[in-house]
Structures are given as C-alpha cells and as structure tokens.
C-alpha cells in the first residue's frame, strides 16, 4: 500500500502537455524503479503470463516485446500512442505512479507492507461496524476504484490503484470524527488511525490523496 499526497489536477496536467524536460526528468529520477518495473514484466512475459487479451499477438502466436515504462511515460507526457504493443494495461497504472511521485508526497505506511486484500476488508467491516459509510470511506475506494484520470485505461490485474479528491478527503474526515470508535478492534484501529493521518495530512497541504496497491 503506498498512499501517496498529490494534486491530481497537477498530474493531469502534465499527460498530454508535450513537455520533454519533463519527460527527461521523470526517467532520470526514477530510472532504478523504473528498470526494476521492466524487468519484471520481462520476467511475466518470459514466464508466458498471457497479456491483456487485446495486446495479445494472435497471428505471430508468441507474446508482444514489451513497450519500458520509460517509453510509456513518454507517450503519456506527450500526448502519443505507444509505438509498441502495451502487454499489461497495468503499466499505465505504473506510469501514473511516477506521475504522482514527482509530484507528490508520500505519507507514512510501513505497518501496511505486505498487506493482504483479505486485511483490507477486515479493515473496511471495522470502519462500517463504527458507522463510516463504505461510499464515503473504505479501503476499496483507497485501492480499487475507478481510473482516476482518463488517459490512462481501465484494467482490473496487477497494481491496483484508488484515490480520494479534495472534497470527498474533507467528508472522509467528517466521518471519521463521527465514528463510534469504542466499537473497532483496538488492533484494527491503528491502521484507520493511519487512514485518518493520510487524510489529514491531504487536507492541510490542499492535495489529493491517491493510493497504490499490488494486493
């Protein structure tokens, strides 16, 4: 779970704006990450994990090289389709995290490494057990909800991805100081107070709040 403090509109902004030192900054600042992101979807392909079914390569019968996340920014920043075939609609999810990154900020999360969709709704029953409406508030919002910005597609494998704007950060709050902590589960409670932090924290500085998960 990486939750991560930014202006959505600024990262918006930024796909589609042509702006090449942009562009040279992101791959440069991320090069690591980045590397290690390709390698792994190398690796999937070299496995034969199946691309996304329109990616795939029905006449040659053998999976598509993958387009880096590198080019896939690229692309992104500068308003371009890849030239390439994208294997794994996720990439995109990838890119935006990039985006993010430079833009932002990202909040306190080391008691959520490693954590498991399965926690996640144990989390989200508590948060509903102390009266914190789901559509207000949840985890499911948080790590896999609708694509945040249009350019990048829909896809429902690999890095999940959610958010909260603005406005729905400030009503989350309100829930949150309406909520009957007396009924949640001393154990569970430290990690809606984390919740609690991630929002205040967006709150005080303006931002957005936009979250990644693998799980």
């Given amino acids: 779970m990486l939750p991560i403090a930014t202006n959505l509109a600024e990262v ?3 796909i589609g704006s042509g702006n090449t030192a942009l562009v040279n900054l992101l791959v440069e600042k991320f090069k690591d990450d980045i ?3 390709d390698q792994f979807i190398a690796d999937r392909l070299d496995e034969g994990i199946m691309p996304d079914e329109d990616e795939a390569d029905e006449e040659m019968g053998e999976p598509p090289s993958a387009v880096s996340i590198a080019e896939l920014l690229r692309c992104l920043v500068m308003g371009e389709k890849p030239a390439g075939p994208v294997p794994y609609r996720y990439m995109y999810g ?14 306190p999360h080391d008691q959520w490494n490693d954590f498991s969709s399965g926690a996640f709704g144990t989390i989200d029953k508590a948060m509903g ?3 914190i409406s789901a559509k207000v508030l949840s985890l499911e919002r948080l790590v896999d909800r609708a694509r945040p910005i249009a350019a990048i597609p829909e896809y429902h494998d690999g890095l999940r991805v959610g958010y909260l704007r603005r406005l729905e950060i400030d009503q989350g709050l309100a829930a949150l ?3 009957k902590r007396d009924r949640m589960d001393e154990d569970l409670a430290v990690f809606v107070d984390d919740i609690h932090e991630w929002l205040r924290a967006c709150a005080d500085s303006k931002r957005d709040l936009l ?5």
């Fill in 94 to 107: 990838c890119a935006l995290r990039y985006l993010a990154l430079h833009f932002g900020e990202v909040l």
């Fill in 35 to 37: 590397a290690s992101d």
């Fill in 211 to 215: 979250c990644f998960s693998t799980h």
């Fill in 129 to 131: 057990a102390a009266g």
């Fill in 12 to 14: 918006e902004g930024a």
């Fill in 177 to 179: 100081a309406a909520a």
